[in-house]
């Protein structure tokens, strides 16, 4: 459920685990579901009205609940809905009740998405969120991706999206299994659609968990999955601004993938300049440019996949010493 339109409550649809063989990370990041943090061990300013804990808010009047409105050139006017304690706008709610909301829904979301990190390090299965924009080319670079690992390591996939089961069975047709889930109205995959989700899949210790999340490049920023990372994916057919547009997708994440680089010669997209503004939202953000058509870059990115299962495996045999 989206804390701003209420979105996809009591739709959630999981499917069976279908194709592929059978079944023989990084940091932990609890508070990854925040919608600020700091950056550079840096303490970062919070939303206003907000403590850096979320533990409090200050009181909002209705006043709070008007938009800014921000000089502009005669002719052009800037409403700025954002500008709130909740960075963000619902009609009939004040500021304060949807910290309140988003609080209590986060807040739902982290415990749950403690469970599954937890979980899944007991298993030493190394989990990615993959997020972006529709059309970013996340399922052909999936698909690649499986393609390139082989079968070398024991690989399984979670695939989010509203309505059918098309990008399930493009991963399936490589031999890996995969599970769909089909959020409804809802914009986006969270904690509680996981947990229910992992227990169908009969996940190999020592394994790679891909989760496809749901086209958006709002809502997936704020819900922890209990993955070891975000792993951002932006197309170049979208244009260089995205990072300082959405900022919190590329905040939250600990890679980007700048995607469909084969496309270059016929566009007009600055890539310096774009990776320059998705580091000036997140300067600790590694960039690796790909293409799923030409293969650039996917040696690096399946290097540092493989560097996530031997860090995941590593705990899990510490964890079995100690």
Excluded at 22 to 35: F, K, L, S, Y
Aim: with cysteine; proline share 7%.
């Amino acid at each position: 459920m989206c804390t701003t339109c209420g979105c996809g409550s009591g739709e959630t649809r999981i499917g069976a685990l279908g194709g592929g063989r059978p079944a023989g990370g990084a940091h932990p990041r609890p508070g990854a579901t925040r919608t600020w943090r700091a950056v550079d061990g840096h303490a970062a300013t919070p939303p206003r009205g907000l403590s850096p804990d979320t533990s409090s808010f200050s009181p909002v009047t209705a006043a709070d609940t008007t938009p800014t409105s921000h000089p502009a050139a005669p002719g052009h006017h800037h409403l700025d809905f954002g500008s709130g304690p909740a960075h963000a706008h619902a009609p009939g709610l004040s500021q304060a009740q949807m910290v309140k909301i988003e609080r209590d829904i986060l807040g739902k979301n982290d415990a749950r998405a403690a469970e599954n990190r937890a979980w899944l390090a007991e298993r030493g299965i190394f989990a990615l969120n993959l997020v972006s924009s529709p059309g970013s080319g996340k399922t052909s670079l999936l698909v690649r991706t499986l393609q390139l690992l082989g079968g070398r390591v024991p690989a399984a996939v979670i695939e989010g999206d509203q309505q059918t089961e098309f990008d399930a069975e493009r991963i399936r047709a490589t031999g890996v299994p995969a599970l769909q889930i089909n959020t409804g109205k809802g914009c986006h995959l969270d904690a509680d659609m996981v947990a229910r989700a992992l227990p169908r899949m009969e996940l190999a210790a020592d394994s790679l968990l891909l989760i496809e999340n749901v086209g958006n490049l709002v809502c997936p920023a704020a819900f922890d999955l209990g993955e070891a990372h975000k792993v951002a994916i932006f197309s170049v057919t979208e244009g260089e601004d995205k990072p300082l547009k959405y900022p919190d997708m590329f905040a939250a994440a600990d890679l980007m993938l700048l995607n469909k680089t084969d496309l270059l010669p016929y566009l007009a997209f600055d890539t310096e300049r774009a990776i320059d503004f998705a580091l000036r939202v997140n300067p600790r953000l590694r960039v690796i440019r790909t293409s799923a058509t030409t293969g650039e870059g996917l040696d690096e990115w399946i290097a540092w996949i493989e560097a996530g299962l031997a860090a995941a495996r590593a705990r899990r045999a510490a964890g079995l010493r100690a």
